[in-house]
Structures are given as C-alpha cells and as structure tokens.
C-alpha cells in the first residue's frame, strides 16, 4: 500500500533495478561509476551504469563491478551469486552486445555465465533462476530495446558459446 517506503541511497546518480541478496542487502545498478558510454554521440553525456551493494539501512555502499561499457538488471539467483546483464564491445560487432554475467555478493568471481561470443538473439534480457535447475528464463530481446521478445530458457550446461543452449518458449515472437 506504499506505507513506510524509504530512500536508502542519494546522490546526483540513478540507483536503480535492485534485488535483495540473502543476507538482507541489496544490489542495484548506478550510474556513479562516472563513465561515459562507449557508444555516446557526440553531443550527448551518458553515463554508464556498473553493479554495487547497499545495506538495508544504506549505510556500507561498495562498488561489485568494474566496466566502462555497463552492468545492468542484476537479479539474485539460486545459487547466491548475482546475475546480470554486460554491455560490452569486447571481441563483437556493435549490435550484439548483451551477455549474461555473474558475481559474487563480495565482489569477486565476475565472469560471463552465457553467450560471450555469439551474436543471436543480440541481447538477453532479464534474466531469472528457474528453480530446482542451473537454467536461467531470460527475454530474447533487440539492440536498445526495452525486454520485449520471446521468452527463452538458458541452459548454461550446453556451454558458454553454445547457441544450442537458448531455446524459445513462447513461439511466433521474435526478437
């Protein structure tokens, strides 16, 4: 009902997205990393947007990801560890840039958990433990597009750069 609501961060950045860890924290993505977006035009001052973690009373803001090109949409999964979603241009055409990562809640570990290195769909979206598995849901989306597409399942066991481990749920809707 919107009864005690309260700000628990500030500044002169967007705190946004967050997703309350085991212990009662919370991670969020915010733009107070300070970095410009690689792909900016040139009369334009976007900032990008990296992971950090806050306590439930905002006190103990500390920094989880380090990237010049953008961390967003974290969501706590079943293992603990943070899920996210890297924009990065690493190795890739400038379409195809959206994989899936993780890190711990400390920090440490962040790796890439699917598609580093294939380009279809170019972005997934969201993504979500499916409960009882190591498969993630995730929405197949576009280029700079909000999450609009098909629903996906992601099977990181197929491997990290295996189309084969992305299978469509809801057919008839493209990316």
Do not use: M
Request: glycine residues 12%; contains cysteine.
């Amino acid at each position: 009902d919107g009864t005690g609501l309260r700000q628990i961060t500030s500044g002169e950045w967007s705190d946004l997205d967050p997703t309350y860890l085991p212990d009662g924290s919370i991670a969020f993505t915010s733009e107070r990393c300070g970095f410009s977006l690689q792909c900016n035009e040139y009369d334009k001052d976007e900032t990008s947007c990296n992971l950090y973690i806050v306590k439930p009373d905002g006190a103990g803001i500390r920094r989880l990801t380090v990237t010049k090109d953008g961390d967003y949409l974290p969501h706590t999964l079943a293992d603990g560890t943070i899920g996210y979603t890297r924009w990065e241009y690493q190795e890739r055409g400038w379409a195809h840039v959206q994989s899936i990562w993780f890190v711990r809640p400390d920090g440490t570990g962040a790796d890439a958990i699917f598609k580093q290195h294939f380009n279809e769909p170019w972005a997934l979206e969201d993504a979500r433990s499916i409960p009882g598995s190591a498969r993630l849901a995730a929405v197949a989306a576009g280029h700079h597009t909000l999450a609009a597409g098909p629903l996906v399942i992601v099977d990181p066991g197929f491997g990290i750069n295996n189309p084969a481990g992305i299978r469509i749920v809801t057919p008839g809707l493209v990316p």
